[in-house]
């Protein structure tokens, strides 16, 4: 991803069928949610790429002093994350 998914509408879901992989290839996060209430976000892979980034998920903008409604309240689940491995090119291919 050269972008960031930025999820500004409230009661969106973002579901990942089959365990989706999302790689970031720049520093930014693979998703931003901004000041939207009840987002549901489930089955993602998050993989980091070559370039270092913060966060691979953000979820609110501290700026934004938005603390969200509590009768309305964002989900994350089945979330996972993968750091290094077959992403180093300092590792070299060791099958034979």
């Known amino acids: 991803m050269?972008?960031?998914?930025?999820?500004?509408?409230?009661?969106?879901?973002?579901?990942?069928?089959?365990?989706?992989?999302?790689?970031?290839?720049?520093?930014?996060?693979?998703i931003v949610v901004q000041k939207a209430d009840g987002v549901r976000i489930g089955g993602?892979?998050?993989?980091?790429?070559e370039n270092n980034s913060t966060s691979l998920l953000q979820w609110g903008v501290k700026a934004d002093n938005y603390a969200g409604d509590p009768m309305n309240p964002g989900l994350a689940y089945d979330l996972f994350t993968r750091v290094g491995g077959d992403n180093d090119p300092s590792v070299k291919n060791m099958t034979t």
Request: aromatic content about 2%; some cysteine; hydrophobic content about 50%.
């Open 2 to 30: 050269t972008e960031s998914i930025v999820v500004k509408n409230n009661n969106a879901t973002i579901l990942g069928i089959g365990l989706a992989t999302l790689i970031t290839t720049t520093a930014a996060p693979c």
């Open 44 to 49: 993602i892979l998050f993989q980091a790429g």
